[in-house]
């Protein structure tokens, strides 16, 4: 079965860096899209960055320029390397990946941004 386990997470500064890791099982990891969504308190999970088989990425806007998605397909893990975080990037951090007609999520790892 698919299996998505998120690590990085953190305390950290305004200013500072995290990188967030995502090792994932039981699917072709080279043959998918691998998207990292964040959900605040009190507001709905958005997507921030995605990449395709391609690498190709894509960016919220709210990220653009600081945060940077990656994947090592020999490992079977997307990375999230967030820079130059903010206040308002604290939120729990998700990996997914829509295969087989439905969305799979990760467990979640807490990131908090303090001022």
């Known amino acids: 079965q698919v299996r998505l386990v998120e690590s990085g997470g953190g305390l950290v500064q305004a200013g500072g860096s995290l990188r967030l890791s995502c090792v994932a099982s039981g699917f072709s990891f080279s043959d998918y899209s691998m998207n990292w969504y964040r959900q605040a308190p009190g507001k709905q999970r958005d997507v921030v960055a995605s990449i395709a088989p391609s690498a190709t990425t894509v960016y919220a806007d709210s990220v653009k320029g600081r945060f940077t998605i990656s994947r090592e397909n020999a490992e079977n893990t997307v990375y999230l390397q967030m820079n130059r975080l903010k206040p308002e990037d604290t939120a729990v951090y998700y990996c997914?990946?829509?295969?087989?007609?439905?969305?799979?999520w990760g467990q979640g790892t807490q990131v908090t941004v303090s001022s």
């Open positions: 997914n990946v829509y295969a087989w007609r439905r969305n799979y």
